[in-house]
């Protein structure tokens, strides 16, 4: 079982690799096909791949028109899929061919499956199309009414009919269906049947003639089918060595996973092309659960998958892994909050941001249009939500001095933060006002007979909560004197660990603009506001511009402890984690429910080579870092910790705020609901066994 493969492996935690692969053709020639065939099926037992899907009628070619109803041509497919069978025994692949079949009275257009010498399974077309350059019934039958039934014929025994499912034994949740070209091009699709019948892994094997804007029109079918399925859908379409009598081809290849491309290559080769990805089946299989619809959808359309009255077969097999396969083939985001690609980061942060600033209109319009009050450090999070504020301002056509701004300089408080938060605020025309909160917090200190008061240096969690607490009860009663609310500056990432005093300071406020957006995308957004403060009215001066650039440049700090000896400030980061990673097992936990095994598996591939893959827009090159396993591994155990096993109940407290991310919120009224009296065991224990 995958259990017992090595770590590295990526079989192990939940992926199988799939191909989509196209192959000059030669026209009526199987023996020819059947060689290059086998040849790519060498390739893909090297490269580790458990599925290979080839083009439609692949063994002839599908351009052979009256050519196809030549017993010649018949009997050599038939003998080129037992080669294949026989030829291909050894490798780990179950390849998927095109080939014309007799059966019956007819000839069918089939996807054959072939594993391990054995030809497991013959899946006929359903639907032939008869428009347009298209004359399928010509030649074939369709295969819509084969269910249930048997091939055997020129030596090859198997089932057939649309009805297969191909299970994997050793593999969980590798489930296979296998359609062809104008099946997925149909309202309802046999893959779709198949999906809500447990098929993960849907194929389909084109040939699909090109035209101008017919390779979009395939992308979009596969893109939607693949999200609506909650599946992989893996295509492969006829390329060179087709007749161009008529009509031309590109050999167009993709795989897409839940909507997400995975894999594609060039159109229009010379010579073989293949596109490779690793598949997430337990990301699948999570979707699916959560959906419940799906499965709604299941019953609704009387889709039986109890075995002793299945409305499909199942043809089992064993993949047989080897422990050798490593790495991992798909796109992997070190920040899965922030894109690699400029154009969508670019559309990311416009969405977030117009997301906090209509929520927190909507929220002003429907209780009286109070003044916002908010409290600025300096810091990313009070930046960035104050010019949430602003922006919700100009929008409502109120002017900017009805927002009321505060900097609260504590026993840590650095002049460089806090002319920051004054510069800022001057800047975007808000009011703004200083208060120290050391006379209030040291009569705190003092009446608690806090070893601080009497002049210690004791900088413990009391010392710093005071400093909370003052904050928050200046900026609820300033709220209660001006008419105002106070709006609440905390992030998703710090609700995810709990980096908040219960009750006060950034855990508690009237409305929250942030607590939807992970800490690895704020500074994006204030990039992007910098960027567009033109385009969407958010006028920023130069000045304001400047100030936004130095707060960029700061270290994340809570400045609630005096700097040491070394003049070394508290840092945020040194003390929880790096907030790259945590952000990364947060994606993983929230949106997908992952194994801590699996989400460090792929914090590894992500992080281990800071010259691998790519990085955010504007991210700079000299400023790349990486993590090893053993700081992954560290830090990962904080996160389980501090997430099921001590947060929950400051997440169960918090004020309303718009969900942002695709990944999720943390609302107890949202996307998770948890008991605040959880623990962490079952996480750290799964984790320890993992890695021995």
């Known amino acids: 079982m995958t259990q017992d493969l090595p770590f590295e492996n990526p079989y192990r935690h939940g992926y199988a690799r799939v191909a989509a692969c196209t192959v000059p053709v030669a026209l009526a020639d199987p023996a020819a096909n059947a060689d290059a065939v086998i040849e790519a099926a060498r390739a893909f037992d090297a490269d580790g791949v458990a599925v290979a899907v080839f083009p439609e009628l692949g063994l002839s070619g599908y351009s052979i028109e009256d050519l196809v109803l030549q017993d010649p041509v018949l009997d050599a497919v038939e003998t080129a899929l037992l080669r294949i069978a026989t030829e291909a025994a ?41 428009y347009r350059e298209f004359y399928e019934r ?51 699709s046999p893959s779709a049947t198949a999906a809500l019948a447990g098929a993960t892994v849907l194929l389909n094997l084109s040939s699909s003639p090109i035209t101008i804007a017919r390779a979009e029109d395939r992308r979009i079918l596969v893109q939607s089918q693949s999200l609506r399925c909650l599946a ?30 995975l894999a594609e290559t060039e159109r229009f080769p010379e010579g ?7 598949v997430d089946l337990d990301r699948l299989r999570q979707d699916r659960a959560r959906q419940g619809t799906f499965d709604d959808n299941r019953r609704t359309q009387r889709i039986t998958t109890d075995a002793v009255d299945a409305d499909f077969r199942t043809v089992s097999f064993g993949l047989g892994v080897p422990a050798s396969v490593t790495g991992l083939r798909r796109p992997l985001d070190r920040f899965p909050f922030v894109p690699d690609d400029p154009a969508r980061l670019d559309l990311d942060c416009y969405e977030a941001f117009n997301i906090q600033v209509s929520g927190l209109e909507q929220r002003l319009r429907a209780i009286g249009q109070p003044k916002p009050v908010i409290g600025v450090s300096g810091g990313l999070d009070s930046t960035h939500a104050l010019l949430v504020v602003a922006r919700a301002m100009d929008r409502m056509g109120r002017p900017r001095s009805d927002v009321l701004a505060y900097t609260m300089p504590g026993f840590a ?47 413990d969690v009391t010392f710093e909560n005071v400093q909370a607490g003052a904050r928050t009860d200046f900026l609820f009663r300033l709220a209660n004197q001006h008419g105002g609310i106070v709006i609440g500056t905390s992030d998703l990432s710090e609700l995810a660990l709990g980096w908040a005093t219960y009750g006060v300071g950034d855990h508690m406020a009237h409305y929250g603009v942030n607590a939807g957006v992970p800490k690895t995308l704020i500074q994006h957004l204030i990039r992007w506001v910098i960027a567009h403060s033109d385009d969407d009215g958010t006028t920023l001066t130069d000045r304001a511009k400047e100030v936004l ?6 270290e994340i700090s809570p400045e609630l402890v005096p700097a040491g000896a070394d003049g070394k400030v508290q840092s945020t980061e040194d003390t929880i984690g790096p907030y790259a990673l945590h952000d990364f097992t947060l994606a993983q936990v929230l949106r997908f429910g992952f194994r801590p095994s699996k989400i460090a598996f792929l914090a590894e591939q992500a992080w281990a080579d800071p010259d691998a893959g790519a990085w955010p827009p504007g991210f700079p090159a000299d400023e790349r870092y990486a993590y090893d396993r053993e700081t ?12 099921f096993g001590f947060a929950q109940f400051k997440r169960s407290a918090v004020p309303n705020a ?14 998770w609901r948890a008991p605040s009296d959880g623990n962490a065991r079952v996480w750290l224990a799964e984790l320890d066994a993992a890695l021995g």
């Open 90 to 130: 050894d490798l780990l692949p179950v390849l998927f061919v095109g080939a014309p079949l007799r059966h019956g009275n007819r000839i069918y257009n089939c996807a054959v499956a072939i594993h391990r010498g054995e030809i497991l399974g013959i899946a006929p077309k359903s639907y032939l199309p008869t």
């Open 138 to 188: 010509r030649w074939y039958a369709p295969g819509d009414d084969t269910v249930g039934q048997w091939f055997d014929r020129g030596g090859i025994s198997a089932p057939f009919g649309p009805d297969l499912i191909f299970e994997a034994v050793d593999i969980p949740d590798l489930r296979i269906h296998a359609e062809v070209c104008e099946d997925v091009w149909v309202p309802v």
């Open 232 to 261: 992989a859908y893996v295509y492969a379409a006829a390329g060179q060595g087709e007749s161009t009598n008529d009509v031309s081809w590109d050999g167009q290849t993709m795989i897409y996973e839940g909507g997400n491309l």
């Open 272 to 278: 073989p092309r293949h596109a490779i990805a690793d």
């Open 413 to 459: 408080t650095s002049d460089h933060t806090k002319s920051n938060a004054i510069a800022l605020a001057e800047a975007l025309g808000v009011t703004i006002e200083t208060i120290d909160i050391r006379p209030m917090a040291t009569e705190l200190l003092r009446g608690i007979d806090h070893p601080f008061a009497d002049g210690e240096p004791v900088y």
């Open 549 to 554: 650039q130095s707060v960029l440049d700061t």
């Open 632 to 643: 992954i591994v560290r830090w990962l155990r904080v996160f389980l910790q501090r997430y």
């Open 658 to 671: 718009p969900k942002v991310a695709a990944a999720g919120s943390l609302s107890p009224r949202g996307d």
